[in-house]
């Protein structure tokens, strides 16, 4: 539901990874699949977008840290 939500457009990274912090589902989430539904990314730019971020492949929503969040953010112009 909420990778459909980013792929059209009607949510951002923002406010998933802020739903994360209260829905254990979405906290679970790897940040690769979080940055693989948004529209026009695929696997190589979400990693690609992971290394220039400094999150680690195997990193989940609820394991970002606050500086990783605001630059993912900032990377992804949401």
Not at 9 to 32: C, F, H, N, P, Y
Not at 47 to 53: G, N
């Amino acid at each position: 539901m909420v990778k459909n939500k980013l792929k059209m457009g009607s949510t951002s990274v923002a406010e998933v990874l802020q739903m994360g912090d209260s829905d254990e589902a979405i906290g679970r989430m790897k940040v690769s699949e979080l940055l693989e539904a948004l529209a026009g990314v695929g696997r190589v730019r979400a990693t690609a977008i992971m290394d220039q971020v400094g999150i680690a492949s195997t990193r989940r929503l609820r394991g970002l840290g606050v500086h990783q969040r605001r630059t993912l953010i900032e990377v992804l112009g949401q």
